[in-house]
Nanobody, 120 residues
Framework: QVQLVESGGGLVQPGGSLTLSCAAS????????WSWYRQAPGKERELVAG????????NYADSVKGRFTISRDNAKNTMYLQMNSLKPEDTAVYYC?????????????WGQGTQVTVSS
C-alpha cells in the first residue's frame, strides 16, 4: 500500500523554526521527484519546494528562498523541509508529494497534510 505520512507541524512563534518530515512506504522512491506544497485558508495549493529524484537539484518558491531547505534520504524513504525564520504568512497545511520522474500516470502520491501555524 502506497503511503506518505507527514509529521513535524505545529505552532511556532514568528522567527522560529520547524522541520517537517514525510515518510514514504509502498513504492520505490528513487524514480520519484519529491515536493512540498502548502495551502492556506481561502487560497490555492502552491508549490513550496521540490527536489529531483537523484536529490541533486532543488527549487523553491520565491517567498521561501533562503529560509527553507528541502532534502531527502532515499535510504530512509524520507523527505524533509527545514523551515527557518518563519513568518505568519507561512501558516498553512503542508503536503508532501511524490511524482514519478517520467509521468504522473506512473505515480503521483500525496500525504494527508500537516498544519503549520506561525503566530505570537
Amino acid at each position: 500500500q502506497v503511503q506518505l505520512v507527514e509529521s513535524g507541524g505545529g505552532l511556532v512563534q514568528p522567527g522560529g523554526s520547524l522541520t517537517l518530515s514525510c515518510a514514504a512506504s509502498g513504492f520505490t522512491l528513487n524514480n520519484y521527484a519529491w515536493s512540498w506544497y502548502r495551502q492556506a485558508p481561502g487560497k490555492e495549493r502552491e508549490l513550496v519546494a521540490g527536489i529531483a529524484n537523484a536529490g541533486g537539484s532543488t527549487n523553491y518558491a520565491d517567498s521561501v528562498k533562503g529560509r527553507f531547505t528541502i532534502s531527502r534520504d532515499n535510504a530512509k524513504n524520507t523527505m524533509y523541509l527545514q523551515m527557518n525564520s518563519l513568518k505568519p504568512e507561512d501558516t498553512a497545511v503542508y503536503y508532501c508529494n511524490a511524482r514519478h520522474r517520467f509521468s504522473t500516470l506512473l505515480g503521483n502520491y500525496w500525504g494527508q497534510g500537516t498544519q503549520v501555524t506561525v503566530s505570537s
